[in-house]
């Protein structure tokens, strides 16, 4: 079932069924999430109404990084198996999930003025979210630079691997230094942990991101297979 | 015997890349007065002389790493162009071992107009011996790494004819955490102690660059013989 789907013909034709529904299911959630996000959860006692901008931050920052795990996997899967869709797949990744990373940042941003004081702090886990930014956008511009996409997909596939370090470097920063981030809340189940009417709204809206990850992703696939053939054609004409 | 022989050719090698890179002085000049002039651009752009005091760390390493870049990218370049490095890895030389006489050769390449640079520093900062020590073992440590990191940079543009400014695009990031601790070793500087000075971290930092670049270095150079 998997190796006939790893075929990009077949693949896009999956995509074509898919694809609408993903778009549907995460436009859904992100009404109802939405809903739950300023109607359905109570301010914090803390932050106040600031809460509520968890409810982007926190998906995206998680989006994030799984995306670039998902990178850093079609990456090996393609150095090793020297797979077309592996690469496709990496390749239309790397701007989604440059902008989940900015969002996180923007957002974070946002937060941190009326909770910290301050837009910005050289804190371990932000820079190691702006680093990530900036392999994002090095994996952009490879992806870009080469006239042969099979080699910028190869260099780039390097790239991705080499970045895996910085992964488990955002994600325990906040144990490892002394942060103003706070340490992970959400996976925590001893107290103090977030509370259920906090925690529905945000994992509506994380079931919605990952829906709206997954449509956009078929969609830049899609566009990937067609770029391909039409090169395919022209190259065919040259010839 | 065979195991010898594998010994005496990567020392071949190695000589080699010093040979060609004794041969090519202009490049130790270019680079010497490239991290001078640098330097005193920062110094100069600071009315302060205190200022300077403060940051001469992190003046020193932002100048090391672009002037590293901008050499790294002579020592591939030719290499590939003349086909040599087509030619070693014909020869049966891992690529591993490519890279690493590379590294070394560029090393000394660093190393050598550092000995003359690093009192210049001295007296354009106006740091004290403590600082100066300081500094020396940081570069010592710390430059290892970084220019195995400035070789892979450049194996990753060597094909590009147009747009070499992707080669810094691509690795900076790489270098952020290096420039971190490198520069907070200097502050807390108190006598000699390596452990307290974070300076067995750059260690640590040298021992997880090499196998990493190690390993794409040999990916990218396969892909770049194709």
Redesign the interface.
Known sequence: MIFNLANPLRFQRLIEKIEPITFNIAITLLLVGLFFCFFGSPPDYLQGETVRIMYIHVPCAWFSLMIYSIIALCSIFS?VFKHTLADLISRSCAPIGACFTLATLLSGSIWGKPTWGTWWVWDARL?SEL?LL??Y??LI??NN??EDKS?AD??SS??A???I??LP?IKWSVDWWSTLHQPASISKFSSPSIDPSMLLPLFIMTFSFFFFFISILLVRVRGEIIQRKIEVIRFNRMV | MGKYKVKLDFFKLVKREIRIMLKNFSIIYSFSTFFVIASLIFVFSVNDISYVKIFYKSIVWIVLIFSIMLVSENFLNEDFNDGSLKELQFLGFSEESIMVSKSIAMLVMIMIPMLFLVPLVFVFFQITLYELISLVINLFLATPSLTLISILSSL?SV??KR?KI?QF??????F??MI?FTTSTGTSFEGYNLKENQFLILIGIFF?TLP?CLM?GR??MR?INK
């Open positions: 150095i820079t680093v900036v392999i956008l090095g511009i490879i630079a080469y080699k190869r260099y390097i790239l691997i080499i970045g370090i910085n470097i | 990753f094909q590009l747009n992707i695009v691509i690795i900076l990031p790489f952020i955490p971190i997880i990493v794409a990916l990218i892909e």
